[in-house]
Each structure stands twice: as C-alpha cells, then as structure tokens.
C-alpha cells in the first residue's frame, strides 16, 4: 500500500505526463518544478538546508529597506486575525528568503522544522510548488493548500500569499500566512488569501505614499481594488507616479517621475487647455480658500480688487 508521500508523488508523476499543465496552474508549477528546476518531489531533505546564515539574513534584511519597518504593523494586525488558526505570517523578499515572521511559540518549533522560519528560501527553484514560490514566479496571489505543494513533505500545509509591489511597480516582496491545521477547509484558506492580499495592498499604499510624501495621492476611481490603485500628483496636476494596479487599469507604463502626464488625461478626461482656462482656475482656488473675501483673493493674487473684479466678471 502506498504512503501518502507516494500517492502524491504518483499523482504529479501522473498530471505532468497527461499535460495537465497546460490547463491548471497548479500542474504548470508542478511542471515547472520538475523539469526546470529538476526538483523530487519525494525529497526528505529539511527547509533547514536553504536557510540562510545569520550574516546573509542580516544584508538581506538591510537590502529591503523601508519595506520591512513600513509592513511590520501589517503584519502585526495580520497575525492578530488569523494567528487563531494556528498560522504563521512571513514576509519573503523577490528570492523567496522569508525575512520576517509571526507565529505563536507553542507553533514554533514545527513552523521552524518546516521551514517556515526566518532566512529560510521558498523560491520555487528550492522548495517547488508553494505559497511564497510560486506567488513570485507568476507575479499574483496564490494560495497552495496542502496536497497543491509540490515537495510530499510540505503537504501538511496551506499557504496563501500575495505580493508587494513597489512604488514603481515592480515586485519587492510577498507576504504568506501559513498553516499546519489539517481541519482547515480549502474555502477558509481561500479567505484568508483575502485577508492577505488586502494587507499587501496595505504596505504598497504606505509605501507609495512613503515615496511621494510631497505629491497628492488619488485614488483611480472605477477599480476594484480598493487602496491598490493609486496616482502621484504633483502640483501641476501631472501624474509623477503609479502603483502596480493603477498601472494596469490605466495602461501606464514606464518612468513617471522622468515623464509625467496630465492627470486629466490619464483619467480620460482630457480636455483643450487655455491660458483663460488656466486663469479661472486659479482664481476659483484662491475666491475658494479665502471664502468668496475677494479683496483677500487679490492679495493672495498679487492684483487690485478692481483687477480681480474684471476678471471675474469675465468668468
């Protein structure tokens, strides 16, 4: 009689050789881990064997730099939400290096023994199909649950993780919430894929508006994807930067600080620009700031009232 091990190994044996690859992500990441990367899945070897040493943690932990201070309460309010389900919280780097955690000691030492621990690599190049892994390799959340994962020693597991964009777009982290309950329903750990997605989108808006502290941040309407979608704009109105979501709702590529855009017409709402259009709409600010006390308005202005009156009647 076959193990659970073998059955598993036979069984992604089984969905490579049938091609289900190409219709189920789950089996292009098997695939991928078997031929690419050239892993076995019966392999016993620990998660201990790609940990880093503590040196190596230390210059991967400094190269994050404000990501891991601006997600540590995140990760804080994360934990507190699903810690109850005997999950750990860790936040991996673009190599899968998992470089913070949270777990509640009675769950440590088994969260450890698997791998699930600090300085410890989840690419899918080490470790095959898995939360951490495979949410770097196709850039999206994922949640593996249990028999998904591709090493037979990880199948007592159910990860869900969701990526962290930078300011710029491009991927700087993931963050995983993982669990060794063997009660737990796939539904629930699609919820909590969720939960970790919405606290991904969390660190990017910090860290978006980290990086543009002097610009006003919008948000792009008509998305769903609630805090992810967000612009840069300066005091021109020119739209100076974009998070990953807002990127790709809006079409926006390339270096936005070096080539801004009107914001107008990055919305779509482009319109003939005048210099008597311009000239309203500065007085509608200032009349707005001073409470309609034109005789303030033209100070702010630098013009005589009777100037700003003429103008206004020109309106």
Not at 273 to 281: G, I, K, L, N, Q
């Amino acid at each position: 009689m076959q193990t659970p091990a073998s059955q598993h190994v036979t069984r992604i044996e089984t969905a490579i050789r049938s091609g289900l690859a190409a219709r189920s992500s789950v089996a292009a990441s098997w695939a991928r881990s078997a031929t690419l990367y050239q892993l076995d899945p019966a392999a016993s070897a620990s998660g201990v064997a790609n940990r880093l040493t503590a040196p190596e943690l230390a210059q991967a932990r400094e190269r994050m730099g404000a990501l891991l201070p601006t997600a540590a309460p995140h990760l804080d309010r994360l934990f507190q939400t699903v810690g109850g389900l005997g999950a750990c919280i860790v936040l991996a780097d673009v190599e899968g290096v998992a470089l913070d955690r949270r777990g509640h000691a009675g769950d440590d030492g088994d969260f450890e023994a698997a791998g699930l621990w600090t300085g410890t690599a989840w690419s899918e190049a080490r470790a095959g199909t898995n939360g951490i892994g495979t949410c770097l390799a196709e850039g999206r959340a994922v949640t593996i649950h249990r028999d998904q994962h591709f090493l037979a020693r990880n199948i007592g597991l159910s990860c869900s993780s969701a990526p962290v964009f930078g300011p710029e777009g491009d991927l700087m982290a993931v963050i995983d919430v993982s669990t060794a309950r063997a009660d737990l329903p796939e539904a629930v750990s699609g919820l909590i894929g969720v939960t970790v997605g919405e606290a991904a989108r969390r660190v990017e808006a910090d860290l978006f508006g980290q990086s543009f502290h002097r610009a006003r941040v919008v948000l792009v309407p008509g998305t769903d994807r609630g805090i992810g979608a967000l612009l840069a704009v300066d005091a021109q109105d020119l739209v100076i930067g974009a998070t990953r979501a807002a990127r790709q709702h809006l079409n926006l590529s390339g270096n936005l600080l070096l080539s801004p855009r009107p914001l107008a017409d990055v919305l779509g709402q482009g319109a003939d620009d005048s210099f008597a259009d311009a000239e309203r709409a500065v007085i509608a600010r200032a009349l707005a700031r001073t409470g309609g006390n034109v005789s303030a308005a033209a100070r702010a202005l630098g013009l005589s009232r009777a100037t700003l009156h003429r103008k206004i009647d020109r309106r």
